[in-house]
């Protein structure tokens, strides 16, 4: 059953009452993710996101270079709660061994799968290239079943050469929503990440979190990446209602200025402020040794959260 006919068949079945009104995957279906209320005070956890070394692994120095399952001890053995496993640094052929295996690693070094990420890119002409645009999604989405991530960072991707706006994000909004329908059914979240693309503007990234009539797309809020504002501390305010991961950088980059410090304190504030619960993950991308500067990250995040 194609991908269309399989959200047609929901909405049929939800009308027969064959899914009730108050299913997770009927609801999905019918209108985008609100603000999130969440029950409770704020509470925050650490994790590591691979992409912090992907100088090491696409080291040509074998001496150098790492894998996912050394990745993980790194992070356990520096206090980090979670890992964020960039699915970039998967082999080539993935099996239901590898993903057995590294799943098993995480839990027997105590280390929480707080999420993992691939590449994506929706905003172009709908034809083979769209399509298989879909099938790595869902692929990948059936990893992070595997390997028991709750959510999947996704991209909107640039508008393709000699394609309108206005028609690329209707189809970014129609790829991201087929993929949100699919991850759903798994109880996975897509989080779409502010980056480049659509979504260099936090105007750019509501626009399509909005647009995607599906509850289970949501914010991956990337607390170093708007860099077309002067304002970033002002669009990250409006960004964190609908956050369901931060990446938490070290840096900001206001439009026109040098990059400077990013101020912990202050955005710890803006997530307190809506309640966040969940993972603040360390993604270092500075000029600095990533094995030095991101543990230093996350002691520096930690210290903070208790102040």
Excluded at 208 to 230: C, P, R
Excluded at 257 to 279: E, S
């Amino acid at each position: 059953m194609n991908s269309i006919s399989r959200r047609n068949f929901i909405r049929s079945s939800a009308l027969l009452g064959l899914v009730g009104a108050s299913s997770p995957l009927f609801t999905s279906s019918l209108r985008a993710i609100e603000p999130i209320k969440r029950s409770g005070p704020p509470r925050f956890h650490l994790s590591l996101v691979a992409y912090s070394f992907r100088d090491l692994f696409n080291s040509k120095d074998a001496t150098k270079r790492i894998d996912l399952f050394q990745f993980i001890d790194f992070a356990a053995e520096h206090g980090f709660d979670g890992v964020e496993l960039t699915q970039y640094y998967f082999p080539k052929e993935v099996t239901a061994e590898y993903l057995a295996q590294l799943r098993s690693h995480a839990f027997l070094r105590g280390v929480t799968i707080s999420g993992t990420g691939t590449g994506s890119r929706f905003a172009m002409p709908r034809g083979e290239k769209f399509d298989e645009q879909l099938r790595d999604a869902r692929k990948r989405i059936d990893y992070a079943a595997a390997i028991g991530a709750p959510f999947v960072r996704m991209f909107s991707g640039g508008v393709a050469k000699d394609f309108n706006k206005a028609d690329a994000l209707k189809n970014c909004i129609a790829g991201l929503e087929e993929c949100a329908d699919y991850a759903g059914q798994k109880g996975i979240f897509i989080g779409l990440e502010n980056d480049q693309g659509m979504t260099t503007t936090v105007e750019g990234t509501l626009e399509i979190i909005q647009g995607v009539k599906s509850k289970w797309l949501a914010a991956n809020l990337d607390t170093g990446n708007f860099h077309e504002t002067t304002d970033v501390y002002g669009d990250l305010v409006k960004l964190a209602p609908y956050a369901i991961n931060v990446h938490f950088k070290s840096q900001i980059h206001p439009k026109g200025k040098d990059a400077r410090p990013m101020d912990i304190q202050r955005v710890l504030k803006i997530l307190r402020n809506v309640n966040y619960q969940g993972f603040l993950a360390v993604e270092y991308e500075g000029k600095d040794e990533p094995l030095k500067a991101a543990p230093a990250l996350g002691k520096k995040i930690r210290k903070e959260m208790k102040a």
